[in-house]
């Protein structure tokens, strides 16, 4: 199959009149300077699609049911309850229909692979279902009713706080131990569509001893992600409970690097950023996520001017659009430093500068090749060049167009391995995945 691009965005930057040859889900040509051969599809311009290094598709479901005050220092420990609460009445089916929903509109938005931070794990008693990868299989059938692309990331979660204190009620559905673990990773391997991705997580230096750090990573030879120092309650926890800081201590005691990606990653000193960034490790960004928990902002400046990779991700699902999740990056530093155009070197543009990062950190962080080149998977997204936002738009504005100014609809087409997956802005399963997902929640929440 053949498709023809008037501008499409290259490893090597923009090129004109480009044609992409796709065989068996890959790229297997790019020729720039070209005339569309006959049966080519022809579009206006074309852009890789991006990875989504950090989702937990199920809390979908609950945007919008934790925007009331709860007690004064309302905090994600206080929304944490709420999502407890939440969890408690999901059965794999559920799971399967609010997560497609979640992926459908990643799809729609220049996401076309996501990693899945997947930690419930047990029936809602806290048993383990007779398959050990039931939920597992939740995700799988909504990746595969979609067409994302998917890097499963099974959570190990043992404790409810440093130092391996017991578990709490709300957690009963993620718990494990180790050799449950190990048979839940391979149970879920067998699970997996031909180009998927299977790494682990263990959830947090909260949830996870030492000992059990080590054995859980020892399982897996793909990605390795981790929540850390998203709090600062997590910090000062963790200088209680070791006399480190999170990153410090996984710093100091794991041999961080390209494998690993620690998510959030928020509350780090200056030397905590220097030395993640010169680590190889990627910076799992979640932006939007950490905005409505009131998390924190990540020192982007500093840490991207240390060479620091990053990647961007949806988190708690509460709103799923790339473009936003870029430009909230830069919008935090802009708040923060009470400064513009913060996160590109002089004279580039910023939202070049924060496409190109996100999609070289979240190849890395999910496992795979990125952009549109030979060998890569055939992930591509075309702009909707009729969107007003794109008005009198040239290459070199494209992407600072789509990121500050697209809204809605600047997204014409996105193709996941060659397949064709939203024409028009609309995922090609919208309307069966929207009304399965409505019945859910009216049931769920009725």
């Known amino acids: 199959m053949d498709l023809w691009f008037e501008t499409a965005l290259l490893p090597t930057g923009w090129a004109g009149r480009v044609t992409v040859r796709i065989a068996e889900g890959r790229i297997s040509h790019v020729l720039a300077g070209t005339d569309p051969a006959a049966g080519a599809e022809r579009h206006r311009v074309a852009i890789p699609g991006l990875g989504n290094v950090h989702s937990h598709g199920f809390q979908r479901g609950m945007a919008g049911l934790s925007e009331r005050r709860g007690r004064p220092d309302d905090d994600f420990w206080s929304w944490r309850e709420i999502m407890y609460r939440f969890l408690d009445r999901l059965t794999p089916e559920d799971i399967a229909a609010i997560t497609a929903l979640a992926y459908a509109e990643m799809l729609e938005t220049g996401y076309t692979r996501v990693g899945e931070f997947h930690y419930l794990h047990n029936d809602i008693d806290g048993a383990r279902y007779a398959d050990p990868a039931e939920t597992a299989g939740a995700i799988v059938h909504a990746a595969e009713r979609t067409g994302i692309g998917l890097t499963l990331l099974p959570v190990f979660y043992a404790h409810s706080d440093f130092g391996g204190l017991p578990a709490k009620p709300g957690q009963r559905r993620f718990l494990s131990d180790i050799d449950g673990f190990a048979t839940l990773v391979e149970a879920s391997r067998a699970k997996l569509p031909a180009d998927a991705v299977l790494g682990v997580a263990p959830h947090s230096l909260r949830a996870v001893t030492p000992e059990e750090l080590r054995a859980v990573t020892a399982l897996t030879t793909g990605p390795l992600h981790i929540h850390a120092a998203e709090q600062t309650r997590e910090v000062e926890a963790c200088l209680a409970w070791s006399g480190a800081r999170p990153v410090e201590w996984l710093l100091d005691n794991l041999g961080i690097g390209r494998r690993w990606t620690l998510i959030h990653a928020t509350h780090l000193t200056g030397a905590e950023a220097d030395r993640l960034a ?169």
Not at 286 to 308: H, K, M, Q, S, W
Not at 351 to 374: D, N, R, S
Not at 395 to 418: E, K, P
Request: aromatic share 6%; with cysteine; net charge negative.
């Open 278 to 446: 010169a680590s190889g490790a990627v910076a799992g960004l979640c932006p939007v996520t950490e905005a409505n928990l009131g998390d924190g902002i990540f020192p982007a400046e500093r840490y991207l001017a240390a060479g620091g990779a990053i990647a961007t991700g949806t988190d708690s699902n509460i709103q799923i659009d790339a473009a936003c999740e870029l430009r909230a990056i830069e919008y935090s530093q802009r708040l923060s430093l009470r400064r513009r155009a913060i996160l590109s070197p002089e004279g580039a543009s910023v939202g070049e500068t924060l496409f190109h990062a996100a999609l070289a950190g979240g190849g890395q962080a999910l496992g795979v090749e990125t952009g549109i080149a030979p060998g890569a998977p055939a992930d591509i997204v075309s702009l909707n060049m009729d969107h007003p936002g794109f008005a009198g738009a040239s290459a070199d504005t494209l992407l600072d167009r789509w990121i500050f100014a697209g809204r809605a609809g600047a997204i014409d087409c996105v193709w996941r391995a060659g397949t064709l997956q939203v024409v028009g802005g609309k995922h090609r399963g919208s309307e069966a995945i929207a009304s399965h997902y409505r019945k859910t929640l009216e049931r769920l929440l009725g």
